[in-house]
């Protein structure tokens, strides 16, 4: 066993934020519109995250669905309005036409994040080469962690990567945290630890009422004493 695992939940709102802070998250990846599987929130809406709950808050830096990056400058524009509204960590990730990292795009993020930490998110599931986009990113500044099901079809699929990726733990390109999502469940967990995977990342599963309803702190808890059990 690894260490007390890390729980991050998906918070909409400040709403979200308190209840699941109560539940015992560790940290929350801030997100709107979850229809486009989560895009940059703005920056009201991560002040007054970030007025309710005193804990580590990742902004997503992701304007369209997809993992195409899009208006590049735009992304900018909003890496830069945040930080200027006190965020300090990130979560992103765009790949090319080919399924390799879209370096351009990251790099130009990464150079106006300035240090902060940052999770390389999903996209990792949908590259032509995992093993070869974690070698590209690998000397980036702030990457710590990789949010991956193993599998751009969920944790069910990509469990075998996933435990294969966590026996690498230590090799250059991977070093950074993985933190599994994506069609995570409580079942899942216990496997996923015993391979030293600390890294818990719930949505939906925050959920029970679905989407159109707030986080709910007894779902949370409920995971947090899994993961602490």
């Avoid at 729980?7 to 990846?29: F, H, N």
């Amino acid at each position: 066993m690894s260490n007390r695992a890390v729980l991050e939940v998906i918070a909409l709102d400040a709403e979200d934020a308190v209840a699941a802070r109560s539940g015992g998250a560790d940290r929350l990846e801030l997100v709107t519109d979850m229809a486009a599987d989560g895009l940059t929130p703005s920056r009201e809406t991560f002040a007054r995250i970030r007025a309710a709950v005193d804990m580590p808050l990742r902004v997503m830096l992701r304007l369209a669905d997809g993992f195409a990056a899009g208006d590049v400058d735009a992304l900018v524009r909003a890496a830069r309005e945040l930080r200027a509204e006190g965020a300090d960590e990130f979560v992103l990730g765009f790949l090319d036409e080919d399924g390799s990292p879209d370096l351009v795009t990251v790099e130009r993020l990464v150079a106006e994040l300035d240090g902060c930490r940052w999770t390389f998110h999903r996209a990792i599931d949908r590259a032509a080469d995992r093993d070869a986009l974690r070698k590209q990113l690998a000397d980036l500044p702030g990457l710590d962690t990789y949010l991956t099901a193993g599998s751009a079809a969920g944790v069910d699929d990509g469990l075998p990567t996933l435990l294969a990726e966590a026996a690498r733990r230590g090799e250059p390109a991977y070093e950074p945290r993985i933190l599994v999502g994506g069609g995570l469940r409580l079942e899942h967990v216990a496997v996923l630890r015993s391979a030293g995977i600390d890294g818990f990342h719930i949505g939906g599963a925050a959920r029970p009422g679905g989407w159109g309803e707030p986080v709910d702190a007894g779902a949370v808890a409920e995971w947090r004493g899994v993961l602490d059990g």
